[in-house]
Antibody, heavy 122, light 108 residues
Framework: EVRLVESGGGLVQPGGSLRLSCAAS????????MSWVRQAPGKGPEWVSG????????YYAESVKGRFTISRDNSKNTLDLQMNSVKAEDTAIYYC????????????????WGQGTLVTVS | EIVLTQSPATLSVSPGEKVTLSCRAS??????LAWYQQIPGQAPRLLIS???TRATGIPARFSGSGSATEFTLTISSLQSEDFAVYYC??????????FGQGTKLEIK
């Protein structure tokens, strides 16, 4: 059974930093692209950042480019999101989300999601 | 940027009814469209990918259809656990595409 467990959320002041982590189990982690998706209170999901299965390709939404950094450690089955210079509008639940295949096969949806970790910027 | 517009925003229905939700894309996304269900307090769950392929474990009462710019999600007979918010999302390429604004199914 695939499990994605996020951690690291909390309250942070504007301009501060936070590092989110996602621990994956029940899958061959290195075979799949992964993403972070956030959801602000009362809003729909918003893709934030994605990374290829080997970690060499990274993508960011314009709203976080230059402030957030995604990374993965395939030896530890973990996905991270380093959040710097956070703003009030970054307040949201952050989900770790798995893609159904490698990035080299092109675009894909999110077939498994973690339960999320809440980030509050205030 | 491709914009997805879902309609209606809210739908009040009774258990056992058949419902059809709509998602319209501002330009063609081919069949690169997914549907998700989100129950309050839970993460979204993938229902349909490739416009019409049910994800693993999704009941047969859920079906998707459409291509290019017009898509529908149909629930053939609403169960109590189906009252939730439904989102469409396109994934034409990387980076992953945007979500629609959602349709909320509520009990009449």
């Amino acid at each position: 059974e695939v499990r994605l467990v996020e951690s690291g959320g909390g309250l942070v002041q504007p301009g501060g930093s936070l590092r989110l982590s996602c621990a994956a189990s029940g899958l061959t982690f290195s075979s799949y692209a992964m993403s972070w998706v956030r959801q602000a209170p009362g809003k729909g999901p918003e893709w934030v950042s994605g990374i290829g299965d080997s970690g060499d390709a990274t993508y960011y939404a314009e709203s976080v480019k230059g402030r957030f950094t995604i990374s993965r450690d395939n030896s530890k089955n973990t996905l991270d999101l380093q959040m710097n210079s956070v703003k009030a509008e970054d307040t949201a639940i952050y989900y770790c989300a798995k893609h159904p295949h490698s990035i080299r096969y092109g675009g894909s949806p999110f077939d498994f999601w973690g339960q999320g970790t809440l980030v509050t910027v205030s | 940027e491709i914009v997805l517009t879902q309609s209606p925003a809210t739908l009040s229905v009774s258990p056992g009814e058949k419902v059809t939700l709509s998602c319209r894309a501002s330009q063609s996304v081919g069949s690169n469209l997914a549907w998700y269900q989100q129950i309050p307090g839970q993460a979204p769950r993938l229902l349909i990918s490739g416009a019409s392929t049910r994800a693993t474990g999704i009941p047969a009462r859920f079906s998707g259809s459409g291509s290019a710019t017009e898509f529908t999600l149909t629930i053939s007979s609403l169960q109590s656990e189906d009252f939730a918010v439904y989102y469409c999302q396109h994934f034409v390429n990387w980076p992953p595409g945007t979500f629609g604004q959602g349709t909320k199914l509520e009990i009449k």
